[in-house]
C-alpha cells in the first residue's frame, strides 16, 4: 500500500511558504523606508536650526557692525563741529563783524521848506578784514533829542525787514554800502533842535548776532 505524501512536499505548501517569505520581506523593507524617513527628517531640522542659528549670529553681527559705524560717524562730526576755527583771519569765512556809518550820514530838506525832514543814513557793513559785506539782515533806527539832565525824547522810529535792507543796498560814487532814510516828524515837535541822536540797531538773521551804533547828526529846524 502506498503511503499518503508528505505535505512538506505538496505544491501548495511550498507556494504559502514563498508568499510569506515575500511579506515578511516587504514589511521589513518598509520599516526600513519609514525609518531612513524618519532620520531624514530629523537631519533636515537639525539642519534648519543650524543655518536659523547662523542667520541670527550673522545678523547681530550686522547690527553691532552698523552700531560701530553710526558711534564713529556720529564722534567724527562731533569733533568738526567743536574745532575751533582757526585765528589767523586769512584762514576764516568771510562774514560781518561789525558796523559803521558812512560819512555821508546826514540830514536833509526834501521838500524845500527849509527844515529837515528826513536823516539818511549810509551803513557799512564789514567783515574781518574790513572790508564791505553784504548782509541778510533786520534793523531798527531811531532818532532821539538829548539834553543832558533830561530824559531823551524819541523824535522817530523805523524798522526795517529783511526785503527792505536788501533793497537798501547801493554802490555808486559813493561807494557800496546800504542807505536807510528816517522821516523826521513835521510841526512843532522838532523846534529849536538842532541836533539828534540816531541808534541804529543791526540783526544778523544767518548767525543771530545784533550789532549796534549811535551817530550824533547836526539838523535845521
Do not use: W
Amino acid at each position: 500500500m502506498n503511503k499518503p505524501d508528505d505535505p512538506s512536499h505538496q505544491p501548495g505548501s511550498n507556494h504559502g511558504r514563498l508568499l510569506l517569505s515575500m511579506g515578511c520581506l516587504t514589511l521589513c523593507v518598509i520599516s526600513m523606508m519609514f525609518a531612513g524617513c524618519g532620520t531624514s527628517n530629523q537631519r533636515i531640522s537639525q539642519e534648519n536650526d543650524t543655518l536659523r542659528r547662523d542667520k541670527l549670529e550673522l545678523q547681530r553681527e550686522v547690527d553691532r557692525l552698523h552700531a560701530s559705524v553710526k558711534a564713529k560717524a556720529d564722534k567724527l562730526q562731533a569733533l568738526e563741529s567743536s574745532t575751533t576755527p582757526p585765528a589767523d583771519p586769512d584762514a576764516q569765512i568771510p562774514q560781518v563783524t561789525f558796523i559803521k556809518f558812512g560819512r555821508y550820514c546826514t540830514a536833509l530838506d526834501q521838500n524845500g521848506d527849509d527844515r529837515d525832514d528826513l536823516i539818511r543814513l549810509y551803513i557799512l557793513t564789514l567783515d574781518q578784514r574790513k572790508r564791505f559785506l553784504p548782509i541778510a539782515a533786520k534793523a531798527v533806527a531811531q532818532v532821539d533829542h538829548i539834553v543832558a539832565g533830561q530824559a531823551p525824547v524819541t523824535l522817530a522810529k523805523r524798522s526795517f525787514s529783511a526785503a527792505d535792507i536788501d533793497k537798501a543796498y547801493r554802490s555808486n560814487i559813493t561807494g557800496t554800502h546800504y542807505t536807510l532814510d528816517i522821516p523826521l516828524p513835521a510841526g512843532d515837535k522838532i523846534n529849536n533842535i538842532n541836533q539828534v541822536t540816531v541808534s541804529l540797531q543791526i540783526t544778523d538773521l544767518q548767525i543771530g548776532k545784533t550789532f549796534n551804533q549811535q551817530i550824533t547828526l547836526p539838523i535845521k529846524p
